[in-house]
């Protein structure tokens, strides 16, 4: 049972992916060449839209009234058609009135009606734009409830993911629940299980969203349980940052715990495990036990009296000398093939004391044993674990028998890796114990505090891990498809303002600019008037970019954005060919859908209106492979420079911002305020928008790093080459009919 889609075509079939991710009982797919959408179906292939949402809506049970229901597809039908406004805000207003007193279309639940609907509208620019004017506040409020739902948004983030992946034969499973054996409603418990010795990074935060996310489907609960069973390394201050960090996420468990509360009960049950004649004590040396498990050799003490094991067991718990020289391990196989089965350790002696515990205890069980166990008795029913433990699930499953204590199901989805990018606790620490980077929440670490002050959001984030599915596929991942969604999450929110890079800006004379500078009243954001408004100086000196000032011919019409057309005078050249400075004389009644360069531009600073001393701060990845291998050392792969910073002169309307907040400086790219400087400057982290070229690693061969400015990058294979420039496109400042500016005023 598939569903196949391509993200070419137009109208989207909305529909069809929405009710598919909401019945969460076929499988969806991106497929470029594909024509418009199709669903196959036990031998039966459906190709229109409609066909495919009545289709599945009776294989999810949403079928509903066919009568009432015949009435919304047929508006869904022909809604696409109408395009004089008056007619489709018609069209609305009756949509509106049958809402007032009702949260769905037909009955009390969603049906086919409700989606079929819902994805004609959102398939129509014109139609969702009149629908969000707010005159049809029943109508409104019913089509975003259905956006809202987590099958929805990652039906939506599926799509921004296949098309920033290029859609390469883009897979997503869009049936999490086809992966849950045994699942029933309002049975189902998950836990997520972190080791309070780090900080979360993306890879954790996959398994917390997944865990709660099919808790919440099957109307289940989660558990978050840390697994504190290694004193060394294990601290209350991370319990407090992983909470913290999962709130961030929208992630709350519905039951906290530990594994040290449960320490009694295990430790019992390796008593057991002794007696039975299921574990023994061992003191081979550690590296010769390793060489004895690789080559199938048993143990010298594989046969030991249960009296003898139990005696040495009793010594490690108390932490004696001649405890300490021991271990307990469970007696499955000397020579299985699977060499997790290989008589693994299940407790080992620490005599430091155990962050919630105390001293009380010597011995500690290894994750192997105590999660089964555990899981068993807080009442888990499914175990999700990535990929890298499946060939531990057959040890997982030989506990759980051994024991007799109660099975739970186990669920493998693959582990989230990144290129340039190092998930291991150990090598993270590594750079943090260098000084490499500054802390667990640098902007250049996968953390989840270090990516959200690099200005990923929680929704991208929670989205991004949803259109990832439970696929099971080993792959390292792209950056620019989860920067890509962030950027869709951003961009209607993100209030815009200039800059102008210190060193490089270039003082312009306006001939017949204001005699006095002059203030006006502008949006943050012209086509979201909710983000906020913003004072716009304008005086007869201003500056541009050195950039935009090289490429200015003589006597050429260029724009100054928010102002107006003007033309240029006069350029000065320095020695070096650098631009000292311009001349230019207004044209306020000039087209400026007629000039070839729009640009920023800022009124020269005075006491009165001064402006905002900035640190423009870009990132390079840690390191400069992009798959490190086992025997590769990670200090052998790090590049000199990662951190690039570049002063500049700002809007001063970014001083009432807040630290946290994302904002866009026009023509440069998407920030994050990062707070003040012990200098007194402001600091903006750049935040990556998606693009290839931006986020390729820019410790190339030949690179320098070099103060105030970003190093530079041989572009990717497969990647055009871009200019020098920092400045890119963007779209039409006023749309594409554009307004002619009617002023006396010489703003």
């Not at 997790?340 to 205890?361: A, F, M, Q, S």
């Not at 057959?394 to 739970?408: C, D, K, N, S, T």
């Not at 050195?546 to 057309?565: P, S, V």
Request: aromatic content about 10%.
């Amino acid at each position: 049972m598939s569903l196949t889609l391509s993200t070419k075509t137009s109208p989207f079939p909305f529909a069809a992916l929405a009710v598919a991710s909401y019945i969460q009982k076929v499988e969806f797919n991106f497929h470029e060449t594909a024509i418009g959408a199709s669903l196959d179906l036990d031998g039966a292939q459906y190709t229109t839209e409609e066909e495919i949402v009545k289709v599945l809506a009776e294989l999810g049970g949403l079928d509903g009234d066919s009568t009432n229901a015949a009435t919304y597809f047929a508006l869904a039908k022909t809604l696409p058609t109408i395009t004089a406004v008056p007619d489709i805000l018609t069209a609305l207003d009756s949509l509106d009135n049958h809402l007032v007193y009702r949260t769905f279309l037909v009955g009390h639940d969603i049906t086919a009606a409700d989606w079929m609907l819902w994805g004609t509208i959102r398939a129509s620019v014109k139609t969702l734009g009149l629908l969000k004017n707010g005159q049809h506040v029943h109508a409104l409020r019913w089509f975003s409830h259905l956006e809202s739902l987590e099958s929805t948004q990652a039906a939506l983030s599926s799509i921004v993911t296949a098309k920033a992946n290029k859609a390469r034969n883009t897979k997503t499973a869009a049936s999490f629940s086809l992966g849950l054996q045994n699942a029933k409603e309002g049975e189902v418990v998950t836990r997520f299980p972190p080791e309070p010795s780090g900080y979360l990074h993306i890879g954790h935060a996959k398994a917390a969203v997944l865990n709660q996310y099919f808790a919440k489907m099957y109307k289940g609960k989660m558990i978050i349980r840390f697994d504190d069973t290694n004193p060394t390394r294990e601290r209350t201050e991370f319990e407090e940052t992983i909470l913290e960090d999962l709130n961030l996420m929208g992630i709350k468990g519905d039951t906290i715990s530990h594994t040290s509360d449960y320490f009694d009960q295990i430790y019992n049950l390796a008593i057991k495990m002794i007696e039975t004649g299921k574990a023994y004590t061992d003191d081979t040396e550690q590296a010769q036990m390793r060489e004895e498990r690789g080559k199938g050799i048993a143990s010298v003490h594989r046969d030991d009296s249960v009296e003898n094991n139990l005696k040495h067991f009793a010594e490690m718990k108390v932490g004696t000398v001649e405890g300490l020289r021991w271990c307990l391990r469970a007696k499955i196989s000397v020579d299985d093939q699977n060499k997790t089965l290989r008589d693994p350790v299940i407790y080992r002696c620490n005599v430091i004391p155990h962050h919630r515990t105390g001293e009380k205890w010597k011995i500690y069980p290894t994750y192997d044993f105590a999660c089964p166990i555990v899981d068993s008795l807080e009442g888990v029913t499914h175990a999700l674990r990535t990929m890298e433990y499946r060939e531990r699930n057959a040890q997982y499953f030989w506990m759980i028998e051994a024991l007799g204590v109660r099975p739970v199901h186990i669920w493998d989805f693959s582990r989230l890796n990144f290129i340039y990018t190092l998930l291991s606790k150990r090598k993270l620490h590594w750079f943090v114990d260098n000084k490499i980077v500054k802390g667990w929440d640098d902007p250049r670490f996968p953390t989840v505090r270090g990516i959200r002050r690099r200005g990923m959001t929680v929704e991208a984030l929670t989205q991004f891990m949803l259109s990832q599915g439970p696929s099971q596929s080993l792959v390292s991942l792209e950056w620019d498809s989860i920067w890509a969604l962030n950027k869709k999450v951003i961009d209607p929110i993100a209030p815009r303002f200039w800059a102008v890079v210190r060193e490089k800006y270039v003082p312009v004379t306006i001939t017949d600019g204001p005699v006095k500078p002059e203030v006006k009243t502008l949006p943050r954001h012209k086509k979201n008037p909710e983000v906020g408004e913003k004072q716009t100086v304008y005086s007869s000196t201003i500056l541009v970019e050195q950039e935009d000032a090289a490429l200015f011919e003589d006597q050429e019409e260029i724009t100054l954005m928010d102002w107006g057309n003007a033309f240029v005078r006069s350029k000065t050249v320095g020695p070096n060919g650098e631009v000292t400075s311009l001349t230019m004389s207004l044209n306020l009644d000039g087209d400026f859908r007629k000039t070839k360069k729009k640009i920023t531009w800022l009124a020269q600073p005075t006491d009165t209106y001064p402006m905002a001393d900035v640190t423009l701060l870009d990132y390079d990845y840690l390191i400069t492979k992009k798959k490190l291998e086992e025997e590769d050392d990670v200090k052998d792969f790090v590049p000199s420079v990662t951190e690039f910073r570049e002063e500049a002169l700002a809007d001063a309307n970014v001083k009432t911002l807040k630290k946290g907040e994302i904002i866009q400086f026009e023509r440069k790219g998407y920030f994050i305020f990062d707070g003040t400087a012990e200098d007194g400057k402001l600091e903006f982290i750049k935040i990556p928008d998606g693009r290839a070229a931006g986020l390729a690693s820019k410790a190339g061969k030949d690179a320098v790093a070099v103060e105030g400015a970003v190093a530079a990058t041989p572009a990717p294979s497969g990647v055009e080459p871009q200019s020098t420039s920092k400045m890119y496109k963007v779209e039409k400042v006023y749309g594409e009919d554009g307004v002619s500016p009617v002023s006396s005023s010489k703003m």
